[in-house]
């Protein structure tokens, strides 16, 4: 989280459970794996991925001020996916980190924030409404202040505002309004940003196909998106979908090269090349095909809407 300790300074929050995410002592009496052990199979329900739109390399402004950069701040899924780690550092020279987990118990997200400045701050919630919304109580030896966070993806970046109170939440006042823009993003032409965003919005979306994440292809795939295979069948939203959450599909490898990315005032296509190898249903395959994604900006950020497939490449291109 952002959660700003004074005008423009910002206090993140992050998730509990860190004593536990350490792999030292597990409640089940499980030992930490090993690189030859399985994968352990936790932390794979959508709800764990509600909170994946935070995922990136950000650049921090201000929203009344979007000109001034005031904080680089990155977050990475960690701990098998089960985690996600905020390494947050101001211009004025805070730093901080948090821990953000899905608490599946009490279903409900937890994070928890400390600082160089010795500041440790929980806040908890949920998604409501489309973005993440998490609150608490700050104890300063002042007093306590309760404390309220959003998160919405917007934009092709983040929005993340925060309101206070000092009457036990009768009241509100607004704290901060910060935009997190991708790094590579934020010092571009509004152009380049364009091409930037849908191409790294573009590679998540193929990440989350191989692996089977129905949340993170729910969040960028448009409501009436629709694709059309090179044999002719055509494919929606659900259908899709559908195919993630039922597992059915394996992928061992699912990489795009030669990724073209062309925008058109609110409408951008993407060309690449397409390597899939796996097993659908036990069965294995292995192709390589062309495709072209179309997105369309929006309201809440870049959707894709409509996608086309080639026939199998009979060899790989050159």
């Not at 390399?57 to 904080?71: G, I, R």
């Not at 969040?219 to 559908?242: N, P, Q």
């Not at 061992?252 to 990724?259: K, L, S, V």
């Amino acid at each position: 989280m952002n959660l700003l300790i004074g005008p423009k300074v910002k206090l993140g929050v992050v998730a509990i459970f860190l004593f536990f995410a350490s792999g030292r002592v597990l409640a089940t009496g499980l030992v930490p794996a090993t690189a030859e052990s399985a994968k352990p199979a936790f932390c794979l329900a959508p709800e764990y991925r509600q909170f994946d739109f935070w995922i990136g390399d950000w650049d921090a402004f201000d929203v009344e001020n979007p000109a001034v950069k005031v904080a680089h701040n990155r977050v990475d899924r960690t701990l098998d996916g089960c985690v996600l780690l905020e390494d947050y550092e101001s211009t004025d020279g805070l730093r901080g980190e948090s821990f953000s987990i899905y608490d599946a118990a009490r279903g409900m997200w937890r994070q928890s924030w400390v600082t160089n400045h010795g500041t440790l701050l929980v806040i908890e919630g949920k998604m409501q409404g489309g973005g993440m919304v998490l609150s608490g109580v700050e104890h300063t030896v002042s007093g306590d202040k309760f404390v309220r966070g959003t998160w919405n993806a917007e934009d092709g970046g983040v929005r993340e505002t925060a309101v206070t109170s000092a009457d036990g939440g009768k009241t509100w006042k607004p704290w901060f309004d910060l935009m997190f823009r991708p790094v590579a993003a934020s010092a571009a032409s509004p152009r380049t940003i364009d091409e930037a965003t849908v191409a790294a919005l573009d590679t998540q979306y193929q990440a989350a196909v191989k692996e089977n994440d129905a949340a993170t292809m729910d969040r960028i795939l448009a409501a009436d998106f629709a694709i059309v295979t090179g044999s002719g069948k055509t494919y929606t939203k659900a259908d899709l979908l559908a195919e993630a959450r039922s597992g059915r599909v394996h992928y061992e490898r699912q990489d795009d090269t030669d990724q073209t990315v062309r925008v058109w005032g609110d409408t951008a296509v993407i060309t690449a090349e397409l390597s899939e190898k796996g097993t659908d249903d036990g069965k294995p395959f292995e192709k390589t095909v062309w495709f072209s994604d179309t997105y369309v900006r929006t309201p809440t950020g870049w959707k894709y809407v409509f996608g086309q497939s080639s026939l199998q490449c009979p060899k790989p291109l050159e």
